[in-house]
């Protein structure tokens, strides 16, 4: 009688013990399991919010560019009209 209760009280302490650690490290990776997910859903809506941003910045910067080659153009077409005029001899 003396062994099993020398064996079994350690035993069952120890089981205690173990079935309290593992319910506390369960519990804690639900809750960093929950925090990743979060985090992967706020990391998703930032990446689409700088997409939708760069895609804008592009455009904008699509359409000066395109306005600018367009003035351009008219531009050496008034300077070459210019300079065809200088160079037309004079009566």
């Given at each position: 009688m003396q062994v099993t209760?020398?064996?079994g009280f350690p035993a069952v302490v120890a089981g205690v013990l173990l079935w309290f650690v593992l319910t506390r490290v369960d519990g804690?990776?639900?809750v960093i399991q929950e925090q990743e997910e979060?985090?992967?859903r706020m990391v998703a809506a930032m990446q689409d919010s700088l997409v939708s941003a760069l895609d804008r910045q592009n455009k904008s910067f699509s359409d000066?560019?395109?306005k600018n080659i367009q003035y351009n153009k008219e531009a050496a077409t008034r300077l070459e009209q210019v300079f065809r005029a200088a160079a037309a001899p004079r009566p």
């Open positions: 209760t020398q064996l804690t990776l639900h979060a985090r992967t000066a560019i395109d």
